[in-house]
């Protein structure tokens, strides 16, 4: 079988990827994460969902046991990806190669030995689809589950919040069934004279199904069961995000969405702002850029260096910092909205490029690929070592031999190029718009919630920020879309026979008795 061949492969690259660095690798996020851990405040942009996890691996285990919990839900990311995938009838060599990103991309296995929240975010976001998209249409525990799931993955890294809106979406086109007749058979296939959760006898013109209301799944009207289901999954939304909220106002004094946001909003503003044309108050025209348009460098530079106009700046009285850097850029925004649309798209669209490179004025790529030397990349909340001696694991080395082949693996044939990613979201797309036969297919909902679940976290960090650490989801999640989107384009639907007629009974043998 295909995909236990792939598995295999890539337990075998966890196990090199965990035993070459150990205890686990760092990068500057990760300071900041682990202080969070035993610590009374939040800083930085990073809300406080991924912290919960390390609180609860580090409750029993040291600093090693992270990359090694984190490579176990990568594989079972990986096998719930093919699960899903032949539930839905898609054939088992495409659902083996949908599974294989998670398992072989060496950009993912790095990022699976980071003390980073990517691959808990995108598991989350996986899992919530994954819940919804099981039975062609979800019955109210599964949407409430997709509702909560997604809540906390807004937790762990807050561009999750636009995937509600495609769950919702998903919802209201697929409808929700109710109770145990709501999908019961769903993706097994009806017998003959039944569909999908009918009980025994049910036919069209014989009977009404069991737990099914007159004329659709069991909530009234087909509109009032999708609105049900909607605000069903939108209420399990609210209801966990707002409970993990609280939960971070006790814990931190914040309501745990982070507090760098102003900064991240002022930084992509000042790569394209052309302050001549700008109305600015006059406190406000030292945040403008001395640097051409065309020569600044990029939106991390803007953030962090000692060189941005931002870095030294001192708002005027009775005003802070980050009330002033905000309203720079929401007026950059509003006034000069096409140059923001301009570099968001450009950004969108550097992530499907055919090879993995250095962007212009972007993050280093470097910073996402395995060394040869442990990364020193401490800052004021500590490095490596004591780090290290804080959380227990051993101190920080890295088995140069094992490193050296997995840094080969990733700069040759060990990762998904962008181009791939790019198509499989085009298949996804042409199988939820219904191109030929996909018009039919009842794979159209499941095609369109997988694309705009990828291709949303895609777009909104692309507004911000380019970076190839943010184009992990798009690579796991998007093979997903394109496998659903090529069964939906040409996959023949096998129709079921109709059920034949029970013989007329003989008239004339029944008036003999």
């Known amino acids: 079988m295909p995909f236990a061949v792939l598995f295999v492969v890539g337990v ?40 919960i996890f390390l609180k609860g691996v580090l409750a029993v285990g040291d600093l090693s046991w ?92 807050t561009v999750g919040q636009p995937v509600i809106v495609a769950g919702l979406a998903y919802v209201l086109l697929a409808g929700a069934g109710v109770g145990a007749g709501a999908g019961a058979g769903a993706g097994r296939g009806p017998g003959p004279g039944r569909g999908p959760g009918r009980g025994p006898g049910c036919g069209p013109g014989r009977c009404r199904c069991r737990g099914q209301e007159k004329g659709d799944g069991g909530v009234g009207s087909g509109l009032r069961r999708r609105l049900v289901a909607a605000g069903t999954m939108a209420g399990a939304f609210v209801l966990v995000l707002g409970g993990y909220m609280v939960w971070s106002v006790q814990s931190y004094g914040e309501w745990g969405m982070g507090t760098s946001h102003t900064r991240v909003m002022y930084a992509r503003a000042a790569t394209f702002a052309d302050c001549v044309t700008l109305d600015l108050p006059v406190y406000q025209r030292p945040l403008c850029p001395r640097v051409p348009a065309g020569q600044r460098p990029g939106v991390d530079a803007y953030m962090w260096s000692t060189s941005s ?126 191109v030929g036969r996909a018009r039919h297919s009842p794979l159209r909902s499941a095609c369109l919630l997988f694309a705009a679940t990828g291709a949303s976290v895609l777009l909104i960090a692309a507004i911000f920020q380019f970076s190839w650490r943010y184009q992990l989801p798009g690579i796991v999640i998007l093979p997903v879309a394109g496998a659903l989107g090529v069964t939906a384009l040409f996959h023949r639907r096998k129709e079921t026979p109709p059920a034949a007629p029970a013989p007329a009974p003989d008239l004339a043998t029944t008036s003999r008795r």
């Not at 686990?24 to 405040?41: E, K, P």
């Not at 990517?118 to 919530?128: G, N, P, S, T």
Request: with cysteine.
């Open 309 to 434: 106009p931002a870095y030294h700046y001192r708002p005027p009285a009775g005003m802070s910092k980050d009330v002033v850097l905000a309203d720079f850029a929401w007026r950059v925004f509003t006034q000069q909205p096409l140059g923001l649309a301009r570099e968001a798209a450009t950004d969108f669209l550097r992530g499907f490029v055919p090879v993995k490179a250095d962007m212009p004025g972007q993050v280093p790529i470097k910073r996402w690929q395995f060394q040869t030397a442990y990364p020193q990349t401490g800052v004021r909340d500590g490095t490596p070592e004591n780090v290290a001696e804080r959380f227990g694991g051993g101190l920080p080395q890295v088995d140069t031999r094992l490193a050296t082949l997995l840094r080969a693996y990733q700069l040759g044939p060990g990762h998904v190029p962008g181009t791939v990613v790019g198509v499989c979201l085009l298949l996804g797309l042409l199988g939820a718009v219904g």
């Open 66 to 157: 992270v990359p090694a919990v984190q490579h176990l839900i990568g594989l079972g990311l990986a096998a719930g990806i093919y699960a899903l995938l032949l539930r839905r009838g898609v054939h088992p060599g495409l659902a083996s190669l949908a599974a294989a990103p998670v398992l072989l991309d060496a950009y993912v296995l790095q990022i699976s030995q980071l003390v980073m929240s990517d691959l808990l975010f995108i598991a989350l976001l996986f899992a919530a689809a994954g819940v919804l998209a099981w039975r062609p249409r979800p019955g109210l525990g599964a949407v409430a589950a997709a509702g909560a799931l997604l809540a906390a993955a807004v937790s762990v890294r």
């Open 12 to 51: 075998g690259l966890r196990v090199i990827v965990w035993a070459a660095y150990s205890p686990a690798l760092l990068y500057v996020d990760s300071y900041r994460y682990l202080g969070m851990v035993d610590g009374a405040t939040m800083e930085g942009p990073d809300p406080a969902g991924y912290p």
